[in-house]
């Protein structure tokens, strides 16, 4: 259901936002479908429970890192509203991460915390992406409609989708089809 393809939690986090443009499609509309995400993120080990209150201040910090990073590509200012909302939840500790010893000796990794920890996680992605070297090398998915949003260590640059599985597949196929195609078709 979630997708972790964008080289940065931040901004898959962002991207649980789809076809922003057109057909917008809100992958986490609810406090659950959240708490979901957050485990699916590997930010906590169980589902924390979360009220609507929790839920709104996900998703204003995942509008403003959305703005933020997108501003650039669609020629947007960035707005000093959204650098604040990013650096306020930011400033709280992140989720702390536990070694746990298992019952035959194995060590595990055990997180788990609070929704303004595992925000604070997520406002710290975005706040090294965006103001590290790494910034310029955030990309928007060229696949109409997807609105997505990644970070591109291709050696050369010049990787153009958010995901092969997805979208980088469908625009080959239709690019092959469209070759495949009798003249006048």
């Excluded at 406090?31 to 998703?59: N, S």
């Excluded at 609070?114 to 996680?121: F, K, P, R, S």
């Amino acid at each position: 259901m979630f997708t972790f393809w964008s080289g940065n939690l931040a901004l898959d986090f962002a991207g649980t936002v789809g076809h922003r443009d057109t057909d917008r499609q809100e992958l986490v509309g609810s406090p659950g479908l959240l708490a979901d995400w957050v485990t699916a993120a590997g930010l906590l080990d169980e589902p924390p429970v979360l009220d609507e209150h929790d839920h709104a201040q996900a998703v204003r910090l995942r509008e403003a890192v959305y703005r933020l990073a997108a501003a650039p590509l669609r020629g947007w200012a960035r707005t000093a509203e959204d650098v604040a909302v990013v650096n306020e939840f930011a400033g709280p500790a992140p989720v702390r991460p536990v070694l746990v010893v298992g019952g035959t000796g194995e060590l595990r990794l055990s997180r788990t915390g609070t929704m303004g920890e595992v925000l604070a996680d997520l406002a710290r992605s975005a706040a090294d992406l965006l103001g590290g070297p790494d910034a310029a090398r955030v990309r928007e998915c060229e696949s109409a409609p997807c609105t997505r949003l990644y970070v591109d260590t291709s050696r050369g640059g010049s990787r153009r989708w958010c995901g092969m599985r997805e979208c980088g597949n469908r625009e080959k196929a239709a690019a092959f089809r469209s070759r495949r195609r009798p003249p006048g078709q």
